[in-house]
């Protein structure tokens, strides 16, 4: 997954832990999305990325299936709208839907990369426990290395 040049995707691996990829793989709850949560956070993850997060969707055939359904049902609750500001609240839900798929497909083609989709949470959690260490251990030798 590190070869992937789309933005949206780096600001996903970016953003996501280990043990919070393995956790949205067992729990799609939208409590699980952490760094995604309020409308604010959504929009503007939407507003950067919506032509990455498209073509992500609409490539992905398992994701199109999520995707074209989401887009279903949008389509359908705004001909059922009766003014703007109900529109606005449906168009809310379903981006952050479409949000949430694209996270969701990101994260389990990260942990499929990983290794990750047979290991328990316990191996997860010392594979990042791992890589924390590594990166203080590098840190520690910054500090000691400028200190001469």
């Given at each position: ?145 400028g200190k001469k």
């Amino acid at each position: 997954m590190q070869d992937y040049t789309n933005p949206a995707i780096k600001a996903v691996m970016s953003a996501y832990t280990p043990i919070q990829v393995k956790t949205l793989l067992h729990n799609h709850d939208e409590s699980n999305f952490v760094h995604h949560q309020t409308t604010d956070e959504i929009l503007d993850f939407y507003a950067e990325h919506n032509e990455d997060i498209h073509h992500w969707l609409l490539d992905d055939s398992h994701a199109f299936e999520y995707y074209y359904e989401a887009m279903g049902a949008y389509n359908k609750a705004q001909a059922q709208c009766k003014c703007e500001h109900e529109r606005f609240e449906v168009q809310n839900v379903y981006l952050k839907d479409v949000v949430y798929i694209f996270i969701a497909t990101v994260c389990y083609d990260l942990a499929a990369s990983h290794g990750m989709l047979d290991q328990t949470m316990a191996e997860v959690e010392d594979y990042q426990l791992a890589i924390e260490l590594k990166l203080q251990k590098e840190k520690l030798k910054l500090i000691q290395g400028g200190k001469k």
